[in-house]
């Protein structure tokens, strides 16, 4: 298992930016992939974005193409998320979450919640408009 700490939410206005980190500790960490999920009020956990183990693919859902940025520290064991350009649609707790499987070559498919079998606690992001 992975323990994983989110950071970096808060309540911002349309159009700024946040930047989210995500620490982790437990398995070798640059031996699995990282996500990104959200889930505002009364909906289901989505995917929001993806990195490979060794951070050389990214996948994002269409909603955050060009205004998010994944990237991971493999030396630092971290995940970062850089949001711009904010919106309140984006407005969620946003999780971390390390992929169930070691050495992942590639998503090829969206990923979903059940790639995943560990997850922080979540950071609040509340984008007002």
């Known amino acids: 298992q992975v323990q994983l700490v989110e950071s970096g939410g808060g309540l911002v206005q349309t159009g700024d930016s946040l930047r989210l980190s995500c620490a982790a500790s437990g398995r070798t960490f640059s031996s699995y992939a990282m996500g990104w999920f959200r889930q505002a009020p009364g909906k289901e956990r989505e995917f929001v974005a993806a990195?490979?183990?060794?951070?050389?693919?990214?996948y994002y859902t269409d909603s955050v193409k060009g205004r998010f940025t994944i990237s991971r520290d493999n030396a630092k064991n971290t995940v970062t998320l850089q949001m711009n350009s904010l919106k309140p649609e984006d407005t969620a707790v946003y999780y971390c979450a390390a992929d169930r499987l070691t050495y992942r070559p590639v998503f090829t498919t969206t990923p979903v919640t059940s790639d995943f079998d560990s997850w922080g606690q979540g950071t609040q992001v509340t984008v007002s408009s």
């Open positions: 990195i490979s183990y060794s951070g050389g693919s990214t």
